[in-house]
Structures are given as structure tokens and as C-alpha cells.
């Protein structure tokens, strides 16, 4: 079994190829793709860079060029939650797009005809993530994942997102790999740490705590490459 990680940023897979071994590179279509192993185990990690046009592209090459079985995707997020600080570990339970808007043709917002507007991921990783959460005494909060191409650092609009989609937290790729590995039927995981709470001090926490963050997310997803059991 071959197992994909993504991120967004260089600062998100970092500490993930820290921590590979046998590591060769391979340029494809514009994106660096880092093939290793992690405890004997086969994974490709890259990072697609910001939004959900280039978070469709690289999640596709993971699955089609490079032959991931799974994905998963580490990351950070801002918070809608208040329970939510910053370094918290958020598990999506189901992906939508909050800037996706037909609502001009009676459609809800998030909704294209043949489309959902919530994607659920895979209950099997999600179990994996919770039981190895219970035992090192982390705690592991689950919700909707907004997605979308803006970086939100206004209360309103952070507000209005977890009203309509009721997100808990919120990004600019999860809803992508979401579409992509739904589409080809490979079960996919997202897991995100907390760095700003999407607010007018948003942009500041974020470069604060985007490295610290991270590193929070990445060292949980090598736990879980470890517990993933190969068939
Ligand atoms: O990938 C983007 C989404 N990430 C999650 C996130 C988020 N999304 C929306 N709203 C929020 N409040 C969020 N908080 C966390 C993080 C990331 C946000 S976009 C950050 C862009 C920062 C940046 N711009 N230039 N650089 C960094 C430097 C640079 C220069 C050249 C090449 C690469 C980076």
C-alpha cells in the first residue's frame, strides 16, 4: 500500500520529509513529489501550494502518476469554533466549499447539480486517528471543514461560514483532495492545527504559528502511517 501526504505549504510536509528515509525526488507538472518510506512503510509526500485549484492537481498526481492508495492531508486552519485554540488538532468529518454560489438558480450555497455539499472522509482513518489519540491522551476535536479560496481574517464572514456549513473550522484545500479522492474512490483523511482563529489578528497568528502548528499536525499523520495496516 502506498500512502500519499499532502500539504499546502512547504512549511507543512517539512517536518514530514524530516522524518523519511530512501528519499529521490521527482518534478511532475510544476510540483516537487518526495518518495520514501516512513517505519518500512511506502509514502509520497508533497505540498500543492495554496487554494483549490492547485490542491486538485497535485491530490489527482498522488493517485494517478504516483499510485497512492490513500491520502492524507496535514495541515493548518483557522478556527470558527471557539472551542478551538491555536495548535488544536481538528479531523474533518466531511469537506464543503463555502465559495461555491449558484444560489442565483434556487441552489443552497456550497451546491453544483451532481455535486455535495458536504464530502464525507473515510470513517475507517478517522477511527485509526481517535484510537491513537485516546491512547497518547490527545485530544482530537471533529468537524466540518470549510473550504475555499480566500484567507479569512474577518469575524463576519468566519461567522456567516460556520452558520450556513456548520464548520468548525476553515482552510483553502481540504474540499479539493475531498472532491478528487471521492471521485476515485480512495479513502482520504484531513487532519488540521489550529494557527489564527480567522479574525482580524488572523494574518499576524498565522505567521506565528504556522511552523509550530504544523509540525503538530505532521507528527500526529506519521503516527498514523505507522497504525495504518498494509493489506
Ligand atoms: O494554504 C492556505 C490555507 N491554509 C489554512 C489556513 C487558512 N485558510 C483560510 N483562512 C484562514 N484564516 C486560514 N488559516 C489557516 C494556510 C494558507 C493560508 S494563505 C497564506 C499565504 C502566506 C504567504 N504568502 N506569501 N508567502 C506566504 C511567502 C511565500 C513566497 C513565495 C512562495 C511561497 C511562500
Known amino acids: 500500500m502506498k500512502i500519499a501526504i499532502m500539504g499546502a505549504m512547504p512549511e507543512e510536509?517539512?517536518?514530514?520529509?524530516?522524518?523519511?528515509?530512501?528519499?529521490?525526488?521527482?518534478?511532475?507538472?510544476?510540483?516537487?513529489?518526495?518518495e520514501g518510506t516512513y517505519k518500512g512503510k511506502e509514502v509520497v509526500v508533497a505540498y500543492s501550494k495554496i487554494g483549490k485549484v492547485f490542491a486538485t492537481l497535485t491530490a489527482t498526481m498522488l493517485i494517478e502518476k504516483f499510485g497512492c492508495d490513500i491520502l492524507l492531508f496535514s495541515g493548518v486552519a483557522g478556527a470558527i469554533s471557539d472551542e478551538l485554540k491555536i495548535g488544536d488538532l481538528i479531523i474533518a468529518d466531511g469537506l464543503c466549499q463555502h465559495d461555491?454560489?449558484?444560489?442565483?438558480?434556487?441552489?443552497?450555497?456550497?451546491?453544483?447539480?451532481?455535486?455535495?455539499?458536504?464530502?464525507?472522509?473515510?470513517?475507517?482513518?478517522?477511527?485509526?486517528?481517535?484510537?491513537?489519540?485516546?491512547?497518547?491522551?490527545?485530544?482530537?476535536?471533529?468537524?466540518?471543514?470549510?473550504?475555499?479560496?480566500?484567507?479569512?481574517?474577518?469575524?463576519?464572514?468566519?461567522?456567516?461560514?460556520?452558520?450556513?456549513?456548520?464548520?468548525?473550522?476553515?482552510?483553502m484545500e481540504g474540499a479539493s483532495v475531498a472532491v478528487v479522492c471521492n471521485a476515485l474512490n480512495v479513502p482520504f483523511f484531513i487532519l488540521r492545527a489550529i494557527s489564527d482563529a480567522a479574525d482580524m489578528d488572523a494574518s499576524f497568528n498565522f505567521d506565528a504559528f504556522l511552523e509550530s502548528s504544523a509540525k503538530i499536525s505532521a507528527d500526529f499523520i506519521l503516527s498514523m502511517v505507522e497504525h495504518i495496516q498494509e493489506d
Not at 517536518?15 to 516537487?32: F, G, Q
Not at 453544483?112 to 491513537?132: F, Q, S, W, Y
Not at 475555499?148 to 456548520?166: C, L, M, R, S, T
Open 13 to 34: 510536509i517539512e517536518p514530514l520529509i524530516a522524518k523519511l528515509d530512501n528519499v529521490t525526488t521527482t518534478v511532475y507538472a510544476a510540483n516537487k513529489y518526495y
Open 100 to 171: 461555491l454560489d449558484i444560489t442565483a438558480f434556487g441552489h443552497p450555497f456550497g451546491y453544483v447539480p451532481e455535486g455535495e455539499v458536504c464530502i464525507p472522509t473515510d470513517v475507517g482513518l478517522r477511527n485509526i486517528a481517535k484510537e491513537i489519540a485516546a491512547s497518547k491522551g490527545i485530544e482530537l476535536k471533529e468537524g466540518v471543514i470549510a473550504t475555499g479560496d480566500q484567507f479569512i481574517a474577518n469575524p463576519e464572514k468566519k461567522e456567516w461560514i460556520g452558520e450556513v456549513f456548520k464548520a468548525h473550522a476553515l482552510e
